[in-house]
Every structure is written in structure tokens, then in C-alpha cells.
């Protein structure tokens, strides 16, 4: 037994050499996560956490933030780059249409009011609130808004919402001794967060009492 920890203790790689690879991995996966809204990238910010509160190296925490929010805003911006080229050509465009149908006409609709009643400070809560970024990004493509002024609103948002998942993962990490266990807890925690609205949302359409009215 001592001899097979010895074993796995040589073959795990030292903290240098997981976060040379760890920060610019984390850095694409949720810049990809960003433009390709499939990824769950609440669930790679909380567990890149995890890792960073089991690290000896000082501001591992601040780099995970860092790397996050950068990578989400970058990707945000460059998705609504795109869509204001669909919106610009005659034959539209694949990431246009790939905006519009992760939109349902009520969210669609909701989100236009909000914009229109908050202004930016309706992208802070877009992008904390689940499936909430994408029906708020299509609300300022179609109020027109320049990407300059839609990247000054979804910074703030892009920093709250590494901040959050970053505090999830801390959790995790705090509370498991093991990273492994850390990490699914916070994937597990980021998987309910995100599944809970449409949870939601889907039982309020088969109570009878909504269906009465």
C-alpha cells in the first residue's frame, strides 16, 4: 500500500505544471462555453476552485477569477460581435440563428421589457440568473445596442458571475478534504442551480391552476 502511494504521488503532476495547463485550459473551454452555449462553464469556474483552495501557491484563487471572467467576457463579446453581423447581412447568419432559438418568444419577451425598464444593469442579473444571458444578449441585439455599450454592461456581469461560482467551489473545497469529493460537490450544487428554473418553470405549466387560467 505505501509503495502504490508512492506510486500515484510520482505521477501527479506538481502544482506548476497543473496550472500551466489548468489556467489557459480553463481560459478556451469556458471562452468556447461563451460562444457555444452548451459547456457548463458555472461548473468549470467552481471546480477549477476546488482545486485552487487545495493549492499551496499564493493567489490561486485570484488567477481562477481572473482567468473566468476574462474568458466569459471575451466570449460574450465576441458572440455578440457575431450576432451584430447577422443582424447587418440579408441571408443572416448560423450564430444569429443559434442566438435566437436558445431564446423562447416568453423569455424573449420578458427580457425586452426588463431592458427597456433597467437598462444595464438588466445584463448584471442576465448573466447570474440560468439561461438568462442568452434571451438578454438577443434583447440588445434587436434594440441595437453598440458593442461598445453591451460590453461596458457585461463586464460587471461577467465579474458577478465568476464571483459566484468561484464562492461555490470555495464551499466545496472548504468542506471535502479530498479535491475529487470538492469538485462534485460543486458540480453537483451548479447542475442543481441551473436545472432549477426550468424545473420550475415546466411545473407551473402542468399545475391545474395554471392551466385553469
Not at 467551489?169 to 432549477?196: D, H, K, N, Q, Y
Request: aromatic letters at 8%; a positive charge.
Amino acid at each position: 500500500m505505501i509503495r502504490l502511494a508512492a506510486a500515484v504521488t510520482t505521477v501527479v503532476p506538481p502544482e506548476s505544471t497543473q496550472q500551466a495547463v489548468g489556467y489557459p485550459s480553463l481560459f478556451l473551454l469556458v471562452l468556447i462555453g461563451a460562444l457555444v452555449p452548451v459547456v457548463p462553464t458555472g461548473a468549470l469556474v467552481s471546480s477549477a476552485a476546488v482545486v485552487a483552495v487545495h493549492q499551496t501557491a499564493p493567489f490561486a484563487l485570484a488567477l481562477v477569477f481572473g482567468t473566468a471572467s476574462l474568458a466569459a467576457f471575451c466570449g460574450d463579446a465576441a458572440l455578440y460581435w457575431l450576432g451584430r453581423r447577422g443582424l447587418g447581412s440579408k441571408n443572416g447568419s448560423r450564430w444569429l440563428e443559434a442566438i435566437r432559438s436558445r431564446a423562447p418568444e416568453d423569455r424573449l419577451a420578458q427580457a425586452q421589457e426588463k431592458l427597456t425598464e433597467h437598462g444595464v444593469a438588466v445584463l448584471v442579473l442576465s448573466r447570474l440568473v440560468p439561461a438568462g444571458r442568452i434571451p438578454v444578449m438577443l434583447a440588445c441585439l434587436l434594440a441595437r445596442w453598440p458593442l461598445r455599450r453591451f460590453c461596458r454592461g457585461n463586464l460587471p456581469a461577467c465579474l458577478a458571475w465568476a464571483v459566484t461560482y468561484q464562492v461555490i467551489g470555495i464551499l466545496g473545497g472548504s468542506l471535502f478534504r479530498e479535491p475529487w469529493e470538492g469538485v462534485a460537490a460543486a458540480v453537483l450544487l451548479t447542475v442543481l442551480v441551473g436545472a432549477a428554473p426550468t424545473a420550475w418553470r415546466r411545473l407551473r405549466r402542468t399545475t391545474p391552476a395554471h392551466r385553469s387560467r
